[in-house]
């Protein structure tokens, strides 16, 4: 069964702290590099951090240093610990293999988990 469950995520003021957590099968999450994308209001959706089966990340210019992405392998789960947050960081946030899984020729994605910046 293919599975990816976002969470952790709400409603912080800027320059708070959020911690996201992403269960994910074990046929996405044991054979691929890891990944957090996010996708605001109007916007595309863009890969934000991203971590290999051995522990190499990867981060976009605009979270580089705030961002934290690790990965637990015993439990097929990914975190993205968010400090220093900005408002330009609210948006629906989602976890996937890079590149996303793809399921009958489409994306498949999570539901992901709302993440809003504002005070």
């Known amino acids: 069964q293919v599975q990816l469950v976002e969470s952790g995520g709400g409603l912080v003021q800027p320059g708070g702290s959020l911690r996201l957590s992403c269960a994910a099968s074990r046929s996405i999450f044991s054979i691929n590099a890891m990944g957090w994308y996010r996708q605001a209001l109007g916007k595309q959706r863009e890969l934000v951090a991203a971590?290999?089966?051995?522990?190499?990340?990867n981060y976009a210019d605009s979270v580089k240093g705030r961002f934290t992405i690790s990965r637990d392998n015993a439990q097929n789960t990914v975190y993205l610990q968010m400090n220093s947050l900005k408002a330009e960081d609210t948006a629906v946030y989602y976890c996937?293999?890079?590149?996303?899984?793809?399921?009958?020729?489409?994306?498949?994605w999570g539901q992901g988990t709302q993440v809003t910046v504002s005070s």
């Open positions: 996937n293999a890079v590149p996303p899984t793809v399921l009958a020729g489409v994306r498949y």
């Open positions: 971590i290999t089966d051995d522990g190499r990340t």
